[in-house]
């Protein structure tokens, strides 16, 4: 049986998308020996590395010399890395090092040394990629590489006509809520009568206690923690407040009208690409443009 070993990791300041996604791309391997390897960084999401029963080695830094000790320990075949501060010299050394296939996630068209390349988000371009990976390396773009678990693809298929007595709600703003938007969303919608909400994060959110005690009075929010039932909340809810992220790709996958924020400098892509196609986006969050939208979709998609 081949090795294969995944270097992400996932914080209160990292996020939960690459392990989350990493875990996803695992799925894939099923006739292979998956390891991951990690930083014991705050708020991170390795006891759900765990519970999908997959091995975790902790790492203690994030040097090369380290992984290449690992790659060396586990015999490993190939190496998936899915994070914004290994670059293609990290990579190279790996490379040179080994000489393992090396299998990148990239999202912001960084130069990379690698043999496969996977930008799975709905507006990755290939032809973006030209001399900035190695001329024999496999590129896999766009919405047909998009890393969607099963049930998504299951829930598509089911048919849901949504409860008219109230407008249903999804909200995902990272499962770390980086830019901690949650609650100044909630605020807004604090003001609309006749809503239930689904308002999904993770254990990598720090603030987490925060939102459980704002929303404790409100009955009609329902916190939902390293769910998974993504695909189930999405397709039950007249439309979507998220980021424009991967996120923003899985609701359009699932047909769902959607407002999405830009949180971070890595989503400008998909912010371009959303704003191009001419859905409702910000390019950063301001209360008054997201209630313009919020009132603009209750009125498109569920108006009581």
């Known amino acids: 049986m081949k090795n294969i070993l995944i270097r992400a990791d996932s914080s209160s300041i990292i996020g939960a998308g690459h392990i989350m996604r990493c875990l996803v791309l695992a799925q894939q391997y099923t ?13 991170n999401l390795n006891a759900e590395i765990i519970k999908q029963n997959y091995q975790l080695i902790n790492l203690n830094s994030n040097s090369c010399e380290e992984i290449l000790l690992l790659i060396i320990k586990y015999k490993i075949d190939m190496i998936i890395i899915d994070h914004y501060l290994i670059d293609y010299i990290y990579e190279s050394m790996i490379k040179k090092t080994t000489g393992i296939t090396i ?20 507006n990755a371009e290939e032809k973006r990629y030209k001399n900035l990976v190695p001329s024999n390396c496999t590129i896999k773009c766009g919405k047909k590489h998009m890393l969607l678990r099963k049930e ?26 980086v830019s901690q938007l949650n609650i100044p969303i909630l605020e807004i919608l604090n003001h609309i009568s006749k809503i239930k909400i689904n308002l999904v994060t993770t254990d990598a959110n720090q603030n987490i206690n925060k939102l459980r005690s704002y929303i404790e009075d409100k009955p009609w929010i329902n916190l939902h923690i390293n769910s998974t039932q993504i695909a189930k909340l999405i397709n039950h809810s007249d439309f979507c407040i998220t980021t424009s992220s991967s996120s923003a790709g899985e609701i359009i996958f699932m047909n769902k009208p959607f407002v999405a924020v830009k949180i971070v400098p890595n989503q400008t892509n998909m912010y371009n690409y959303l704003l191009q196609n001419n859905y409702n986006v910000l390019e950063k969050f301001d209360t008054k443009i997201m209630l313009f939208h919020i009132k603009k979709l209750i009125k498109e998609t569920c108006e009581l």
């Not at 020996?33 to 930083?39: D, G, H, Y």
């Not at 040394?113 to 799975?120: E, F, K, P, R, V």
């Not at 998504?152 to 770390?176: P, R, V």
């Open 103 to 122: 299998f990148s996630l990239d999202d912001t068209y960084k130069k990379h040394t690698c043999d496969i390349l996977l930008n799975h988000n709905i």
């Open 31 to 43: 006739k292979y020996n998956v390891i991951f390897a990690t930083q014991n960084l705050p708020n």
């Open 152 to 177: 998504f693809y299951l829930e598509k298929k089911i048919n849901i006509t949504t409860d008219k007595k109230y407008i249903q709600i999804f909200i995902s703003m990272g499962g770390a809520d």
